[in-house]
């Protein structure tokens, strides 16, 4: 049997895209790491092939006993991808100290470390968008989330170790397996809900002057795309280094919601609401990937345009069925 597949995050929505993917190539050896509780996550794993799933708790013991088996890759998706949680005590331990302990790991065993930082690191976007190495320690992440992201990202490249790992900041990922989210699902997701229930979308108005409301801008990615673009450090092996996982492209949040009513054949209507005092100063307002880095290691696919984008995910995914 081939050396195993671990999959951290498994059951989330990259985690669950990433296996299955792994799947259609033919990949079963596949270990799944997450935290299935209480709620509907588990749905995540209907239809998937693998060996077995294991707590994390579970998971850090056999890295730390070495009784796990000859594994070729750790994909390290899961985190707490929260970004209003308060706990700085527990995101340091989740976000931080286990990515550092599983790195360290791989390191010495030579398995292949591919794990997901994020855009949040990027903070208010004053030094832009560069995945460069230069930039990195310049950034200020504007919640704990971010910053527990950040930590990891100073350490691996202070550290020199991302000469041999790969790590990959995603931008505003959204598609089929992100319903356990609860209110971090995407605003698609959020928006299919509304519409059918009212026939409107509520979106956060703009608190600065020089952005209108709806018009704040996000770097989209549909988690096909982001799937895509992580397997191709799997299959490149070569490359290694930070590297941001988006589009490139940069567009409203009142595009998308209109992108949504479209793929439901429904005529637009938003409502603006306040946006809470508690996130207003956290809040970004513009995000766009800059591809150079990614596009100049040898990704080459197209990502989907948004409209197409949501299209799949409403047609194929959210709308109620009979």
Not at 42 to 65: C, P
Not at 285 to 308: I, N
Request: charged share 25%; net charge neutral.
């Amino acid at each position: 049997m081939k050396p195993a597949i671990i999959v951290t995050g498994g059951a989330g929505i990259i985690g669950r895209n990433l296996v299955e993917a792994l799947n259609q190539r033919g990949e079963t050896n596949v270990y799944i790491v997450d935290a299935l509780g209480r709620d509907e996550k588990w749905k995540n794993l209907e239809g998937l092939a693998f060996e077995d799933v294991w707590t994390i708790g579970d998971f850090r013991q056999r890295v730390r006993t070495d009784s796990l088996p000859k594994i070729a890759t750790i994909f390290h998706l899961g985190a707490c991808s929260a970004t209003d949680e308060m706990d700085a005590d527990y995101l340091l331990d989740n976000n931080y100290r286990t990515t550092r302990e599983l790195c360290e790991w791989s390191i010495r065993k030579g398995t292949r470390f591919i794990y997901a930082s994020s855009a949040a690191t990027y903070g208010n976007g004053e030094h832009g968008y560069d995945d460069s190495d230069g930039i990195t320690p310049q950034l200020r992440p504007l919640n704990m989330y971010g910053y527990s992201k950040h930590m990891f990202d100073l350490w691996a490249l202070q550290g020199d170790h991302l000469k041999s790992i790969a790590g990959i900041k995603y931008f505003n990922v959204f598609g089929p397996g992100e319903d356990h989210k609860q209110h971090m699902r995407s605003v698609i997701n959020k928006a299919v809900s509304q519409i059918v229930e009212t026939g409107k979308v509520k979106l956060f108005r703009s608190h600065r002057s020089d952005y209108a409301d709806g018009e704040q801008l996000r770097d989209f990615v549909y988690v096909k795309d982001a799937v895509a673009q992580t397997l191709f450090y799997h299959d490149r092996p070569d490359v290694s280094g930070l590297f941001n996982a988006g589009t490139g492209t940069a567009r409203s949040w009142k595009d998308l919601v209109n992108a949504v009513f479209a793929a439901l054949g429904r005529k637009s209507e938003i409502e603006f609401i306040d946006m809470p005092e508690s996130i207003r100063d956290k809040y970004q307002y513009y995000t766009k990937a800059d591809m150079t880095k990614a596009r100049a290691a040898g990704y080459t696919r197209a990502c989907f345009t948004l409209e197409d984008a949501v299209r799949d995910y409403v047609q194929g995914y959210l709308i109620p069925r009979p």
